[in-house]
């Protein structure tokens, strides 16, 4: 059984026009994390979630944002998708870290394609 | 800067034939290191985590080997098949670093054809 999910599998969005992504996870894990990954690239971390606490990465821009209401959802929002928005968008979920995690996975939703036209 | 490199950038074998990846990281201090296969339009599904100690893991087909003193790994693949077709992906976690925080390598798309 699907442990991360990501809705939809593949979102067609106009230029400029708000798009929210949407992922959910049955493993209760603490973190919940955002990538961005284009074509042959490895994924690029945008931001995440550790419990309610909401940590960005340094290089994401500003139109992407994110919320997570409780333990089993967060959502990503993309405020004005651009052209080069186009990518695969992957949730992640691992347990929290400290030495009692140290060595733990990442599990991967199967992702959302966004095509921005 | 930690970084994880893998070669070779994409490779290409005839069915039932065997390969061998590579991945070459700076991560310190280290960890674990971590194979994902990603097939084309999905997310990315582990096969092997190594920790310091571990030199080899194996997971049916897919067997991985960690020098952490050369802060090598490689991936080996048996007796391929055309579902092995798809990218792979060492992730290397440096102490303390959270499981998704980790250094991603840009993959090796591999391609089996029949």
């Known amino acids: 059984d699907a442990m991360v999910i990501q809705n939809p599998r593949y979102q067609v969005t106009q230029f400029g026009k708000p798009v929210t992504l949407s992922c959910s996870q049955t493993?209760?894990?603490?973190?919940m994390y955002w990538y961005q990954q284009k074509s042959s690239q490895a994924p690029k971390l945008l931001f995440h979630?550790?419990?309610?606490?909401f940590n960005n990465e340094a290089d994401t821009p500003d139109n992407f944002q994110s919320r997570r209401p409780n333990t089993s959802f967060c959502f990503l929002d993309i405020r004005s998708p651009g052209l080069g928005d186009a990518a695969m968008y992957l949730c992640?979920?691992?347990?929290?870290w400290g030495r009692g995690a140290m060595n733990t996975e990442a599990f991967f939703g199967q992702g959302t394609r966004l095509t921005v036209v | 800067k930690n970084q994880v490199e893998q070669s070779p950038q994409s490779l290409i074998i005839l069915e039932g034939k065997n390969c061998t990846l590579q991945?070459?990281?700076?991560?310190?201090?280290?960890?674990?290191l971590r194979w994902y296969k990603q097939d084309t339009g999905r997310g990315p599904v582990s096969l092997t985590i190594?920790?310091?100690?571990?030199n080899t893991k194996s997971n049916g087909r897919y067997t991985a080997t960690l020098d952490a003193d050369t802060k090598q790994s490689s991936l080996h693949i048996t007796a391929s098949q055309l579902s092995d077709s798809a990218s792979y992906i060492c992730v290397v976690s440096g102490e303390y670093t959270n499981a998704g925080k980790s250094t991603f390598g840009d993959g090796t798309t591999l391609t089996v054809k029949p």
């Open positions: 190594m920790t310091f100690s571990e």
């Open positions: 991945c070459n990281y700076t991560v310190s201090p280290f960890s674990n």
């Open positions: 493993l209760n894990h603490n973190v």
């Open positions: 979630y550790y419990d309610k606490d």
């Open positions: 992640a979920t691992s347990r929290g």
